[in-house]
């Protein structure tokens, strides 16, 4: 094969993670052969990619259908999952076939989600077109819906039966779509591998202005490694804890003050930004807790700001970002958790922390004006 690369996710059923570009090859043999049938999952805007992929599947011998399932959010929903249960009733999937989601993380969410109801589970390969789902939502087995409560309310962990990271699909992704994902790369740069966080800073002109096709040799590379690296992270992370009994949680740094953002913004920040924002913050915290050098919290302003991401929040909000993280589905009784740092790569767990100090780490938060609007990686662009 080319040189992509395979990182193995080890657990109770090891898998591939396969980066590299026009993998869509491999696909079978992921699926594996004791499948007969095969649904490929992909919103509408990845319709021709789908069809391409249908009838690679059907070359390959597969009985391959597709579905069609909403853009983003609205894909996971109950409404939505049980139109494809319904779908798989008609096409009468068995235990040995398989389901494929293409797309981004709602589509990869979704797609693993009825993959782990259909008959208490089914094979799911996840082919994951932005650069937020190769290096988080499609690996690692969390698969879930929202309901009108909140988001991944209900879900399931489930391991896929393997991941394609095909970096062609980067080439039409949005500049901020790219900047957003970027973030979770900063996140596991600082959570657990510094060299990330030296191709961000080295490349960060390059990257914020990411021009897709037109993007140098050179910045395809540095984004190669860049997910590679982080998969990597990932992949050591939820073979040791899939459930999240203990060290997966660090791949949380920086979420609990982003889900809040999120959920005060109703949903129109994008996870990336948001959870930007919730990393100065944790950054903060670690170094009120005592244990986080000055130049370590600098150093997440300095790169986060180089990729044009958010860093500051408003300040008049404090009061429902906290009891949004009262509520977050992390927390444990009325216990607020955070990850923290107490420094690069070596992330603890702050619990319970004094509100005080909650309060000081906000005010640096607060301190600068809020940035954010039209121009910028923070609002979603709603299609
Ligand atoms: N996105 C965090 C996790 O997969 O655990």
Same mark, same amino acid.
């Given at each position: 094969m080319n040189d992509a690369a395979r990182i193995t996710v080890q657990g109770a059923v090891p898998y591939d993670v396969v980066v590299g570009r026009h993998l869509l090859g491999e696909l079978p043999a992921l699926i594996g052969p004791d499948a007969r049938k095969v649904l490929v999952i992909h919103p509408a805007a990845l319709s021709t990619t789908a069809d391409v992929l249908q009838e690679d599947l059907r070359a390959s011998g597969y009985d391959a259908y597709v579905a069609e399932v909403p853009d983003a959010e609205e894909a996971k929903t109950a409404q939505v999952a049980a139109f494809l249960w319904g779908l798989l009733g008609q096409l009468d999937f068995t235990r040995t076939d398989a389901i494929v989601g293409v797309g981004g993380g709602a589509t990869t969410d979704l797609a693993g989600f009825v993959a782990a109801t259909w008959l208490r589970g089914i094979r799911?390969?996840?082919?994951?077109?932005?650069? %937020?789902?190769?290096? $988080?939502?499609?690996? *690692?087995?969390k698969t879930g819906i929202n309901t009108a409560e909140g988001k991944n309310l209900v879900g399931a962990f489930h391991p896929p039966?393997?991941?394609?990271?095909?970096?062609?699909?980067?080439?039409? %992704?949005?500049?901020? $779509?790219?900047?957003? *994902?970027?973030?979770?790369v900063v996140k596991t740069g600082f959570i657990a591998d510094p060299r990330i966080l030296e191709l961000v800073e080295e490349h960060a002109d390059a990257l914020r202005g990411w021009a897709g096709a037109e993007a140098a040799p050179e910045t395809w590379a540095v984004l190669a490694e860049l997910i590679e690296r982080s998969v990597r992270v990932k992949a050591a992370v939820v073979g040791e804890d899939l459930k999240e009994a203990g060290l997966r949680e660090i791949l949380n740094y920086g979420h609990t003050l982003g889900h809040a953002i999120e959920l005060t913004e109703r949903y129109q920040w994008r996870h990336g930004a948001a959870v930007s924002v919730g990393m100065v913050f944790a950054a903060e915290l670690g170094r009120m807790a005592g244990k986080l050098p000055d130049d370590v919290v600098d150093r997440h302003r300095a790169i986060l700001t180089s990729l044009g991401l958010p860093v500051s929040y408003r300040g008049d909000k404090w009061d429902q970002l906290l009891s949004a993280m009262r509520r977050d589905?992390?927390?444990?009784?009325?216990?607020?958790?955070?990850?923290?740092?107490?420094?690069?790569?070596?992330?603890?767990?702050?619990?319970?922390?004094?509100?005080?100090?909650?309060?000081?780490a906000y005010a640096e938060v607060a301190k600068e004006p809020p940035t954010g609007g039209p121009g910028t990686p923070v609002q979603l662009t709603l299609g």
């Open positions: 799911v390969v996840q082919v994951p077109t932005t650069l %937020l789902a190769m290096v $988080d939502a499609a690996v *690692g087995g039966a393997g991941v394609l990271c095909d970096l062609a699909s980067l080439e039409s %992704l949005d500049r901020w $779509d790219l900047v957003a *994902g970027l973030a979770e589905k992390k927390s444990r009784g009325d216990l607020l958790r955070f990850v923290v740092l107490d420094d690069v790569a070596q992330p603890t767990r702050l619990e319970g922390p004094d509100p005080a100090l909650l309060v000081a």
